[in-house]
């Protein structure tokens, strides 16, 4: 479901401090967007009510789940919100274990060269390099030269629009966009005139 998901718009969209009393308006938003992808990452105020919020509001083909999730329990806990989707900032063999095991899509992160081969053979397919500003797009395009081709490689933090085309002709296959789609406090208007610039960048 993660590829056709990135396939319909290849964002992950990370909502970072939302709550849950506004998590569907929010998530009703980015859908209209196109945005197939939804993370509440878990260092947010009552994460796991949110992730509810959103898997009961959001259509059956829009994948919702957290973020920041660095404990394999915590894998259990969304699935029981209703997640599908487990994204980390590192490589953690535990987490990518549990989420396989509950057969849920698992986005683990990266850094290095060693790193991404770990991922990759404890199951992972999809890899998150992060931060990827940090790195650059170069830093992207000599991984691939060595990673197994069913490797998919996302862009996330410290990306916007202005850097979409040089990621992808780098061999990015989509983006986490944090701050620049959605920052804590920000209005339902808002997010929708910021989705609609990424959104219409990114495609």
Not at 37 to 61: K, M, T
Not at 66 to 77: H, K, P, Q, S, W
Not at 119 to 128: I, Q
Request: charged share 20%; net charge negative.
């Amino acid at each position: 479901m993660i590829s056709e998901a990135l396939e319909a718009l290849p964002l992950v969209a990370i909502l970072r401090g939302i709550n849950p009393g506004e998590a569907a308006a929010i998530g009703d938003v980015l859908y209209e967007h196109g945005v197939r992808c939804v993370e509440v990452p878990l260092n947010s105020p009552s994460p796991f009510d949110s992730i509810r919020e959103l898997a009961r509001s959001l259509p059956d083909d829009c994948l919702v789940g957290a973020g920041t999730v660095i404990c394999a329990a915590d894998v259990d806990r969304v699935e029981d919100a209703g997640g599908k989707l487990i994204v980390t900032p590192n490589t953690s063999e535990d987490v990518i274990n549990a989420s396989l095991a509950a057969d849920m899509h698992i986005v683990p992160g990266f850094a290095t060269a060693t790193e991404a081969f770990r991922a990759l053979h404890f199951g992972a397919t999809y890899l998150k390099l992060f931060p990827a500003n940090t790195y650059g797009p170069d830093h992207l395009r000599a991984l691939l030269a060595v990673l197994p081709k069913e490797a998919r490689l996302l862009a996330v933090g410290g990306i916007g629009p202005r850097d979409f085309v040089e990621w992808r002709e780098a061999g990015a296959v989509g983006f986490g966009i944090g701050s620049e789609l959605y920052r804590a406090g920000d209005s339902v208007a808002v997010v929708r005139e910021k989705s609609g610039v990424i959104c219409a960048a990114i495609q």
